[in-house]
């Protein structure tokens, strides 16, 4: 693929703002494993290589296996690798990554509402938002994966 804009140079400002949604997210109550679930997952949706190589060797670092990370596509065929937690924000990942289809769902949204409190939720969804921001960036502007 030919290289296309830098955004982090043609547009510093733009860029700066995204890496002040990552620095957010380090400060929420998800733990390491969860946001890379999360970041995975949209990333396996939007077809992004960049992030999906990132994003697991990340995952990997933290702790996280590769049978959970080969998985992760199926995790509704594999329930019990995941915690219910888990499943949860990937539920939530999936549907609000894929929100034309019928968005963040009631019965979705309930589960949450039983395992999570008001502002854990806004975090789940502050962290799907950044994760698909990325990867429209990094598809859009062919990030090379790392060799």
């Not at 547009?11 to 995204?18: G, T, V």
């Not at 494993?33 to 970041?39: A, D, F, H, P």
């Not at 065929?77 to 034309?100: N, R």
């Not at 938002?129 to 429209?136: A, L, M």
Request: charged letters at 20%; aromatic letters at 8%; proline letters at 1%.
């Amino acid at each position: 693929m030919s290289a296309r804009v830098n955004i982090a140079t043609a547009e510093s400002a733009a860029y700066k703002a995204m890496m002040g949604l990552e620095g957010y997210l380090q400060t929420i109550s998800l733990n390491h494993i969860q946001k890379e679930l999360i970041k995975i997952r949209a990333s396996q949706i939007n077809g992004c290589a960049f992030c999906l190589d990132m994003h697991t060797k990340d995952a990997m670092k933290y702790g996280e296996t590769p049978q959970r990370i080969y998985l992760l596509n199926a995790w509704r065929e594999a329930l019990e690798l995941y915690t219910e937690e888990e499943q949860v924000l990937l539920a939530m990942t999936e549907e609000i990554t894929l929100i034309s289809q019928k968005g963040l769902t009631e019965e979705t949204y309930y589960k949450a509402n039983q395992l999570f409190d008001e502002s854990q939720i806004a975090q789940i969804i502050m962290a799907i938002v950044t994760i698909n921001g990325w990867n429209r960036i990094a598809i859009s502007t062919h990030m090379p994966i790392a060799k």
